[in-house]
């Protein structure tokens, strides 16, 4: 990518970033992430479609480098491992503790929750098993708000459980909805 082009895809992320400290997601226009990045509205537009697809590119950036990184790693200790591969979500949170507070602690919190336990969900939807009791889109929607819920009990607690405990919680919590052949 052109690095003129990499700069001001940064600066709209960047500004994003810091507007959800400050405000509600649903205040912030796509006008405020212009102003904040010092870039003209056709240059936003020329990059981004809307404010929805500058957020989508931070949670992509938290969530799935770590899925690629786990699946094209040989002999990786998560591979094809539900839990170890929520374990690694869990630590790659943690360990970019400063840039996830701003979403976990900040005015925009909950739609950041929300929007995780999405895309979580739809990363996890090949690990659920088919079942005559729970239909796959509950199945999807309770992990959602399950790794949800305890992403916001973690980050309110300070991160005092380690990642692995963590994700011990969300297989546990996970119960019916995730494969057995994931719980390992």
């Known amino acids: 990518m052109d690095r003129r082009i990499e700069k001001t895809r940064t600066a709209i992320i960047d500004s994003?970033?810091?507007?959800?400290?400050k405000k509600e997601y649903q205040s912030i226009t796509v006008a405020d992430i212009i102003k904040k990045a010092n870039v003209g509205r056709s240059t936003f537009y020329e990059n981004f479609q809307n404010k929805d697809e500058v957020f989508d590119e931070i949670l992509d950036s938290l969530i799935y480098h770590v899925f690629d990184e786990i699946e094209h790693k040989?002999?990786?200790?998560?591979?094809?491992?539900?839990?170890?591969?929520?374990?690694?979500?869990?630590?790659?949170?943690?360990d970019n503790e400063g840039k996830a507070k701003t979403f976990l602690l900040g005015k925009s919190a909950d739609i950041f929750y929300k929007r995780m336990g999405e895309k979580v969900a739809r990363i996890?939807?090949?690990?659920?098993?088919?079942?005559?009791?729970?239909p796959q889109?509950?199945?999807?929607?309770?992990?959602?708000?399950?790794?949800?819920d305890i992403l916001k009990y973690w980050s309110g607690n300070k991160f005092k459980d380690s990642p692995?405990?963590?994700?011990d919680y969300f297989m546990y919590l996970a119960g019916e909805s995730v494969a057995k052949k994931a719980r390992s």
């Open 124 to 134: 996890c939807e090949e690990k659920i098993k088919a079942s005559e009791k729970l």
């Open 164 to 167: 692995e405990k963590v994700a």
């Open 137 to 148: 889109e509950l199945a999807l929607s309770h992990i959602a708000s399950t790794f949800s």
């Open 74 to 94: 040989d002999g990786h200790a998560f591979k094809n491992n539900l839990k170890g591969e929520i374990t690694h979500m869990y630590i790659h949170i943690r």
């Open 16 to 21: 994003l970033t810091e507007l959800m400290k």
